[in-house]
C-alpha cells in the first residue's frame, strides 16, 4: 500500500446522510457522491454524516461501506454527532433529552442519574450500531461551568467536574458496551468559553492548576474508562502552548494527552473547516500540524487533497518520524477491533430499530417527565382566541415542529392562533399581534453557529411588557435552564409556566399538558 | 376467500411514507404501522403514501408489499399524488415544474409541448416504477378555466379543453408506457370551481351540453388512451344529478363514466375523508353510496372498519348483485396484470433512479427554461444592503426552502437578509422592515387546504407601496401565472423581474439568474 494511500486512512470527510447529492442540506461542507466514491477508491478511512432519516442512514452507511470496498479487516469509520440520541440528527430514531438535563438528578440522587445516563448511552449506541455508525461523537466531557457559553451549554453532562465526570462516563460505558466508539470531546475543555469555535478561536485563561482542578476531570475518566478516541479543541490555552490552538499542539496532544493523561486511543482533531482554524492557518498546513502535535485522525479538512499531500510531505522531509504514521493507522486498526460490525441489511436494520422502539420510547419518556419543571398553576387551562407565540432558531428546517408538533396543534386547538419568531422574521411588535392572551413559548438554547446563549435579556422584557398588559396566559423555555431561571422569578403564581430543556414533540406534550393544554405524551411517540 | 376479504381488496387507506409512526407528518389521517398491518392482514388491496425520501419511500413500498403478503399473482396497488414528478413528493427523486407550464407553449408548438408532456410522463412514471408505486395519482384531467380556482390551477396541463386534451393524454401515454397505472382526474370535471373540495362541497352549475364541450373532453380522450383508472370528483352538479355529489352518483358513475364514456377501467372515489363528503355522509354510508353508484375502489375513507361492513352489509341485503364485487375485483385484477413488477431491492432501485438524476435533470431543467418569464433590466444586479421579503404558505416544512435554497442564500451574497412571511408571520410592516432595498420573492399557487388562489389584491397593494418608496429591487413569482400577470403590468422597465411556474430550488436558481443573482443552475440539481 503507498504511502497516500496509509494516510487517507486517517481523514475523516463530510457527506450528507441523504443519498442524492440535491438533498444536501450543506453542500459547501458535503462531498458530492462523485468526489467522495473518488476519495473512498483512494482509501480515506472515515465519513462523518449528518442530514436524513434513520432509512437514510442506514442506506447511506451500506452504501459507503461498498464504495469503500470494506472487508472485515479494514471498514470505514463512519461516525456522527449524535450527542443526544441518534434521532437528535436522524429521525425515526430516539430523540433523548440534552444531557445536562440529568444534572440536576445527580446532584440529589447520583446513582438513579448515572443509571439514566448508562441507559442513554445504550439507547445511542444500540441505534448506531443498528444503523450502521460505528462512532459516536460523545460524549461531550466539557465542564458548563459557564452560562453563557453558547455553543457547548446543555450539550455538557454538567456545570460542575463531578457531575460531568459520573454521567459522561456513565453515558460512555453504556456506548461503547453497544460495540460503537465514544469520543470525550473537546480536549483539554471548552466549557468555560464565551465564544463559537465555529465562529472564531476562543482563549482560556485559566492556570495548569485550574485545568487540573476542573477541564482535565472528565478527560482523565474517560480516558481510564477506556474511551475510543479523544476530540481535541480549537482553543487557545496559553498556560499549556502560548502559540497554537489544542488541536494544533504539540504540548497538548502529545505530552498533555498522550504521556501525561495516558491516552493511547484515537486522537481526532475537531472539524478543521472551523473557523477558528481558517481564519489562522491553510488547509494544508493545519492538517500537517494537527498530525504532527499528535493528532490520529484529521477531521473535515478543508481541502482533502491539500491536506493529504501535506501529510505526505511531512513524511518524505522527515517532519516526524514514520512510524508516527504506523502508530496512527494501528490505533485506527484497534479501535476498528473494538466495534461489532453491523451484519444487518437495512431492512432488517429498521425492523430492529422498531422492536426497540417501545423501550427506547420509555426511557426517552422518563427523561422528560423528571427534567420537567413547573411553576404557578392556572385556575383553568388557557382559552383562546389568543396568540401562540413560538420563538426558534430557525423555522425553516425546524426539526422541533413537525405540522403535527403539540406546540403548534394543543394552543390551535384551545384558540391560540400560532405566530413563529424567528432570525428571519420581522422585529417583533406586540401592538401588530391580534390582540388577546399570549401563551409564550420560547425554543432557546446553545446551539453551534449562533454566537448567543439566549439568555440576554430580550425575552424577559418581552414578559414584563406582557405582564403589564395582563396578557400573558402561559409561558414554555425549551431548551436553556438559564433562559428559564431568568424569567420564572417574573411571573406570578396565578399564571402556569413550564420548562423542559428538550425541545422535540414529547417535550411539548408533556410541558403543555403541565399548563392543561392535553395529554402528558405525543401520539408520534417520543422521537420526532 | 371470505365476502369481507374480497371486498378490502377494494378499499385503499392511507400512511406516511416513512417507516416510523412517530414521522407521520399527517398522523390524523395516516395509520400507524400496528393498523396498517392489522389491514394488510385483512386483504385491504392499496396504500396511498405521502411523506418520506425518495429512499424511506423504496423502504416502505417492499415493506408493505411484505406486510401483505404480495404474491405475482395479488399485489397492493401502491398509489401517489405525484402530479409533479416523484421528487414534488419524494426528495431525492424528480421535481418538475407544475404542468400548466406546458399551456403556453402547447398554443404556439403543440408537437414540442406534447413531446415534452410525455417526458414529463416517462420520468414520472420511470421514478414511480423503480421506487415500488404502481399507481400514480395523474394526470389532472381538469380543464384550470377558472383563475380563481384554488385547488386546481397549475396543476392543471391547460386552461382549454384542446390543450389539457392534448397534454394530459401525452403525459398518460408517457407514463404508463412506463408500467405503471395512470389516473384521469378528478371526473367530471374541477376545473371551473372557486371552492376547494377538501374544505367544502363546491357546485358546478354548467348544462349538460357545456360539460360535453368542455369539461369532458380530457376525460373522453384519456379513456381513448385506454387509462388505468379514473377519479371521482366531490363535486355537485346539478345538470347531472340533482341530489348527489358525483362521487356518490350512479348517475354519473355508472350511467355518464361507465355506459356513456365507456370507460372498464378502474373507477377510484376521490379522498372520502375530504369535508365535501364527511361534512354531508357518514363513513359507512359514503363509501356504500359511491360502491352503490359505481365506483371500484374506496380511497381513504373516514372509518376504514364501518366502510367495509357497510360494503359487506350492502352486499347481503342485496343492494347491489354480488357480481358487481365480482367486477371490480376482476377490473382491480386486469389493472395490476398492467403493471411491471418491481423487481429491485431498495438499494438497486435507488441506484437506478440515480443512473436516471442527469437525463430527468436535462428534462426539469427544459422545462424550466421554456417557462421561466422575465421582464425589464437592471442596469446592475440588486445590491444591498437590503431586505429579501420572501412569502411561503408555511415556512415550516416548507420544501422550496432547503437552508441551501438559491432564494435564500443568493440574495444574502449580495448583501439583501432574508425576511420571511407566511401565514403564522406577524401582518407585514413595511415600516419595521430594515431601510433599504427590497427583493421580493412570492411563493404563491393554488393549493389544497389554502382555499384561495392567491391573486387577491394584497401583492399588487404591496408592489405599489415599495415603487412608490423607490425601494422595490426586484420580483420573482413563483408558481401562480395569474399572481404574474396581476403584478407584472404595474412594474417599469428598469427593474428586473420574472416567473417561473416551478417553485423548486432549480427555478430559483434560474429566475434569479435572470435578476443577476448567480448561475441558471443550481448546485444541488433539479429536485430539491
Known amino acids: ?136 461523537l460523545a460524549p461531550v466531557c466539557d465542564v458548563n461551568n459557564n452560562p453563557a457559553n453558547p455553543v457547548i451549554n446543555v450539550r455538557a453532562w454538567g456545570e460542575t467536574a463531578a457531575a460531568t465526570t459520573a454521567l459522561s462516563r456513565a453515558f460512555l460505558q453504556g456506548l461503547e458496551g453497544e460495540g460503537v466508539l465514544g469520543c470525550a470531546k473537546h480536549f483539554p475543555g471548552h466549557g468555560d468559553t464565551s465564544q463559537d469555535s465555529h465562529l472564531q478561536l476562543p482563549q482560556l485563561a485559566h492556570s495548569r492548576e485550574r485545568l487540573d482542578e476542573l477541564e482535565f476531570v472528565p478527560f482523565r475518566a474517560a480516558i481510564a474508562a477506556g474511551v475510543g478516541s479523544v476530540m481535541t479543541a480549537h482553543l487557545q490555552l496559553p498556560a499549556l502552548d502560548p502559540e497554537r490552538p489544542a488541536t494544533l499542539s504539540k504540548a497538548v496532544l502529545s505530552q498533555l494527552l498522550r504521556q501525561e493523561l495516558g491516552f493511547n486511543g484515537l486522537i481526532v482533531t475537531d472539524a478543521l473547516v472551523m473557523e477558528a482554524i481558517t481564519k489562522h492557518y491553510g488547509a494544508a498546513e493545519a492538517a500537517a500540524l494537527a498530525f504532527e502535535a499528535g493528532a490520529d485522525l484529521i477531521l473535515m479538512p478543508a481541502d482533502t487533497d491539500a491536506a493529504l499531500t501535506a501529510l505526505e510531505q511531512g513524511c518524505l522531509e522527515g517532519r516526524w518520524p514514520l512510524e508516527r504514521v504506523e502508530q496512527s493507522l494501528e490505533r485506527r486498526r484497534l479501535a476498528l477491533a473494538r466495534c461489532k460490525p453491523s451484519e444487518l441489511d437495512t431492512a432488517a436494520a429498521l425492523s430492529a430499530l422498531a422492536n426497540c422502539a417501545s423501550s427506547h420510547g420509555a426511557l426517552a419518556q422518563e427523561l422528560l417527565q423528571l427534567s420537567l419543571q413547573q411553576q404557578g398553576c392556572n385556575s383553568a387551562p388557557p382559552k383562546g382566541p389568543g396568540v401562540n407565540l413560538i420563538r426558534v432558531d430557525s423555522s425553516l428546517a425546524c426539526s422541533p415542529l413537525p405540522l403535527a408538533a403539540p406546540a403548534l396543534l394543543r394552543p390551535q386547538a384551545a384558540g391560540f392562533q400560532a405566530t413563529l419568531i424567528d432570525g428571519r422574521s420581522q422585529a417583533l411588535d406586540l401592538e401588530k399581534l391580534p390582540t388577546g392572551p399570549v401563551l409564550l413559548q420560547l425554543f432557546v438554547r446553545g446551539n453551534p453557529f449562533r454566537g448567543s446563549a439566549g439568555a440576554d435579556g430580550y425575552w424577559a422584557e418581552l414578559v414584563q411588557k406582557l405582564l403589564a398588559q395582563q396578557r400573558l396566559a402561559g409561558l414554555v423555555v425549551y431548551g436553556s435552564p438559564y433562559l428559564w431561571q431568568e424569567l420564572k422569578g417574573l411571573i406570578p403564581a396565578n399564571i402556569a409556566i413550564a420548562y423542559s430543556p428538550g425541545q422535540m414533540p414529547g417535550a411539548q406534550a408533556l410541558a403543555l399538558q403541565s399548563l392543561g393544554l392535553g395529554a402528558a405524551s405525543y401520539e408520534g411517540g417520543f422521537t420526532n
Open 1 to 136: 500500500m503507498t504511502l497516500r494511500r496509509q494516510l487517507a486512512q486517517l481523514f475523516v470527510v463530510r457527506a450528507s446522510g441523504f443519498g442524492t447529492d440535491s438533498q444536501r442540506r450543506y453542500p459547501r461542507w458535503e462531498l458530492g457522491n462523485t468526489e467522495l466514491q473518488h476519495w473512498l477508491e483512494q482509501g480515506v478511512g472515515g465519513v462523518i454524516l449528518l442530514g436524513g432519516s434513520a432509512a437514510d442512514l442506514a442506506l447511506r452507511c451500506r452504501q459507503l461501506q461498498q464504495w469503500a470496498g470494506s472487508t472485515d479487516q479494514n471498514r470505514l469509520l463512519l461516525c456522527a454527532d449524535v450527542e443526544e440520541g441518534v434521532g437528535q440528527r436522524f429521525e425515526g430514531a430516539t430523540w433523548l433529552v440534552p444531557p445536562l438535563a440529568l444534572a440536576p438528578l445527580w446532584h440529589t440522587d447520583p446513582p438513579r442519574a448515572e443509571a439514566l445516563a448508562r441507559a442513554y448511552g445504550r439507547c445511542s449506541g444500540n441505534e448506531a450500531q443498528l444503523l450502521g455508525l460505528n462512532w459516536v
